[in-house]
């Protein structure tokens, strides 16, 4: 199978066929990383843009390390240190960024849709890492390659993910990604972090997280960001880890081999218990390790081959 | 001297309840007649207007527009604003206060009064702030302003989130006569909101208004109108819930009266997808079921009038990311075809369209000439139904290109606008 796309926006328009070949080429591309010299030639010569708009460690630095082990020539531009604190529009930006004909734009944004902006107006190839509350594809892939790893397959798993499904983009792409790939998706959280027609993208939802994860294969935790207090949101970091966190005590109700996930950055004691952050079941690091060969398979597919 | 006969058109005009093939006579810029009688002999010049297959109404009235002068002439000014409303058929039109500097005082309205004077098109009737700046924490001078020339008064974009302020100037207002126009937003319930709550903004990443953003603030206001007795008038009706509430009020005998934009009745927020910033307005495209009830509301006589809630913006401000786009789309050049669809949707009668665009506002504004009566100025719009054209943004003469409805098919379009006797627009 070829893979015909230009960009990587969200993952809703991406096809089962296409998220399996990318899971694919990760998983052979993960090898490379564990080299002694973790260099191959394939992206020699290309010139691949890093625009973060928004503060990344994780998510930046993986898209770095993807593209220099793939040998590409790499640029970053950071919010703080571009035209834009001069006041340059997100659409100036781009066309100039387009002038020196780059081959990848990564985009990182605190707006929704501005790699959909960017794709229709430059000819390079944008990859979305991160826009807003929207969407984060490559998180989705590296978090789909991390459970197929570990469970062999997506397909009649039961994945429940627990939080701000509200303002989280990678829920939207896991919720999108993993019901595309034949996973039951429930969500749990407080009523006022699920949002309004979520189950129109295939998942059920609830609100107390003893009981949903009864049957689950994966429980993924998100993020708690503290400023959300301020939206009564939630009363205080101490109840939202007693009602909707995930403690040992809440982890016996669940099955024996269950994987924890987590996007990162994670907030110890809030969301997620010291002890099940780093017990037995977590594949937090393998999750960021994954992203590492998820990037390296999404450069290689979209400037490796003859376009 | 010089007589004009519009002749043998389809004359609708609900106020003298004219509906038929007839001849209108003008004469020094007024009406003379409406009938059968042929132009006379006498010493005049004859001027014929064939209006055989047209329809004839008394000039449409816009009574929601911003014309961004003083303060933002890059994105309107009142000469490019008159010129985009008499290409959409207008012959009188209302423009809110939010320029810069606001229209709270008498030397603003008397400065928009000389420019639109100097554009020598259509009547633009200026409304005034509510609040002075539209801060939302003084009253204007509303005398003063009624003085210089203001029809109505309101704070549209910025609504009065103060109820108490909101009862003190509808009683204040009664005083001069003057209506109070509420754009209804709880800015609460909106908070960083920039397009629909639902399934769409959800999908999009977006964060939502909810319909009750704009519905606690109908019944608020509704709830004060009842309080003082001062009539009230709810821009821009977007959700189902409103349509009920008003339609609940005027069933109750309140003064209430509402508008709606044809963005309500044509669009919803999927127009949204692929964040296309002409679509972002507020109060924002609503669901297919608000859409539906904003039809009914209309049909049923809830809504009394349709206004475009012009809104130019340059690329400036719409060239960006979707949360960071400002709010708004132009509507005075799509107006009268987009709601002629209603009438092909059996939603509205042509003495409906009539109504809701011309005879309504002019009533609800107490304007001091309403319809085709002998002796008001000339001011008509011919009509042809059956002209079919595709919406295109650069044959706009609104200096901004801000519409979703850019290549959609449309059949009806003004022809003639005439405003005091005078053709200020010819596209026959």
Redesign the interface.
């Known amino acids: 199978m070829k893979f015909e796309k230009k960009d990587i926006l969200d993952i ?1 328009s991406l096809s089962r066929d296409e998220i399996g070949l990318i899971l694919d080429t990760a998983d052979s591309l993960k090898e490379i990383s564990s080299r002694a010299i973790k260099k191959v030639p394939t992206l020699r010569g290309k010139t691949i843009v890093h625009f973060f708009h928004e503060s990344s460690t994780r998510t930046r630095t993986s898209f770095e390390i993807a593209a220099k082990r793939l040998s590409g020539d790499t640029v970053s531009i950071s919010a703080s240190t571009s035209s834009i604190v001069k006041g340059e ?3 100036d930006t781009a066309r100039n960024l387009e002038a020196m004909n780059p081959d990848a734009i990564i985009l990182r ?1 605190k ?4 790699p ?2 960017l794709a229709r107006l430059v000819k390079s190839s944008v990859i979305n890492a991160g ?5 984060h594809p490559t998180q989705a892939l590296l978090d789909m390659m991390t459970i197929r790893e570990r469970k062999g397959r997506l397909d009649g798993l039961n994945i429940v993910i627990a939080g701000d499904i509200a303002h989280s ?1 990678v829920a ?1 792409s896991n919720i999108v990604g993993f019901t595309k790939m034949g996973a039951r998706v429930s969500l749990v959280g407080p009523p006022t972090m699920i ?4 189950e ?2 295939g998942a059920s939802a609830s609100y107390d997280i003893k009981e949903a994860i009864g049957d689950a294969d994966i429980i993924m935790m998100l993020r708690i960001q503290k400023e959300r207090q301020e ?1 009564f949101l939630f009363p205080s970091d101490r109840e939202y880890a007693r009602y909707f966190g995930l403690t040992a005590e809440t982890l016996a109700t669940a099955k024996d081999d269950v994987l924890i996930m987590h996007p990162g950055p994670i907030n110890r004691g809030v969301e997620i218990a010291p002890e099940v952050a780093d017990g037995p079941y977590s594949v937090i690091l393998e999750q960021v390790a994954n992203g590492v060969a998820v990037r390296m398979a999404i450069l290689y597919l979209l400037l490796g081959g003859p376009r | 001297m010089k007589r004009t006969v519009i002749q043998g058109g389809h004359v609708v005009d609900p106020e003298t309840g004219i509906d038929g093939l007839f001849d209108i006579v003008i004469e020094d810029g007024k009406i003379l007649s409406v009938g059968d009688s042929k132009p006379g002999t006498g010493d005049w010049k004859l001027e014929t207007i064939d209006a055989t297959d047209k329809v004839v109404t008394p000039g449409l009235i816009d009574m929601h527009t911003h014309l961004r002068e003083p303060g933002h002439e890059y994105k309107e000014t009142i000469q490019t604003g008159c010129l985009a409303a008499v290409h959409g058929g207008f012959t009188t039109i209302c423009c809110m206060p939010n320029t810069q500097p606001v229209n709270d005082n008498q030397s603003v309205t008397d400065y928009i009064l000389k420019k639109a004077r100097a554009a020598g098109s259509v009547r633009v009737y200026p409304i005034g702030a509510v609040s002075q700046g539209l801060k939302g924490k003084n009253l204007a001078e509303y005398g003063e302003m009624k003085a210089a020339g203001v029809v109505a008064l309101s704070d549209d974009g910025n609504p009065v989130m103060n109820a108490q302020l909101m009862r003190r100037a509808m009683e204040y207002a009664k005083a001069f006569e003057l209506l109070i126009i509420s754009h209804c937003e709880d800015r609460d319930l909106t ?1 960083n909101g920039v397009m629909n ?12 208004i909810p319909n009750s953003s704009e519905s606690v603030m109908v019944a608020r206001d509704i709830a004060l109108c009842e309080l003082t007795g001062a009539p009230v008038h709810i821009a821009h009706v977007s959700t189902e819930d409103s349509v009920r509430i008003i339609r609940n009020a005027k069933e109750r005998g309140l003064p209430v009266t509402a508008e709606t934009a044809p963005h309500y009745f044509s669009l919803t927020e999927e127009a949204v997808l ?2 296309d910033t002409n679509a972002k307005v507020h109060p924002p495209l609503r669901t297919a079921k608000d859409r539906e009830a904003i039809r009914q509301g209309l049909a049923d006589g809830a809504i009394d009038i349709i206004a475009s809630d012009h809104a130019p913006h340059s690329s400036v401000e719409k ?6 786009a400002a709010n708004g789309l132009i509507g005075m050049e799509t107006s009268l075809p987009l709601s002629l669809k209603l009438l092909e949707k059996g939603f509205l009668s042509l003495t409906d369209l009539v109504l809701k665009m011309s005879v309504n506002p002019a009533r609800v504004l107490r304007l001091d000439h309403i319809g085709l009566k002998p002796g008001n100025p000339a001011d008509l719009t011919v009509i042809d139904l059956e002209k079919r054209f595709t919406i295109n943004a650069d044959t706009f003469r609104s200096k901004s290109r801000n519409t979703p409805f850019n290549g959609w098919q449309v059949k009806g379009k003004a022809v003639i606008t005439m405003v005091g006797g005078k053709v200020v627009f010819n596209d026959y």
């Open positions: 809703e529009t997100l659409a944004h707006a929704a849709g501005t959909h902006m826009d807003g509350m929207h969407a983009r939207r949002p309004q027609g979520i129109t993208l939206s | 908070s709550e639902g399934v769409t903004a959800t999908r999009l990443g977006l964060a939502g692929n964040y060239e960006v990311e979707f949360e960071a």
